[in-house]
């Protein structure tokens, strides 16, 4: 989804691997700040619901 976004914007940005990384440097950050660690169900729920929404804003 992030290369199709890209593509359609027309624009770079940064690479899934870099994605990859800035997420896991902000889970770190969010576990050791507040303990918050959600499960691999939990994230799958809120990529699911970013996605809904991407999708609904897409369409406008």
Same mark, same amino acid.
């Given at each position: 989804?992030?290369?199709?976004?890209?593509?359609?914007? $027309?624009?770079?940005?940064?690479?899934? /691997? +870099?994605?990859?990384?800035? &997420? @896991?440097?902000? =889970?770190?950050?969010?576990?050791?700040?507040? $303990?918050?660690?959600?499960?691999?169900? /939990? +994230?799958?729920?809120?990529? &699911? @619901?970013?996605? =809904?929404?991407?999708?609904?804003?897409?369409?406008?």
């Amino acid at each position: 989804m992030v290369e199709e976004a890209r593509a359609a914007a $027309g624009k770079g940005g940064p690479t899934c /691997e +870099e994605c990859a990384a800035t &997420s @896991e440097q902000a =889970r770190a950050a969010l576990k050791e700040w507040n $303990g918050y660690a959600p499960t691999h169900a /939990e +994230e799958q729920d809120l990529d &699911s @619901e970013l996605d =809904r929404r991407l999708a609904r804003v897409a369409d406008r």
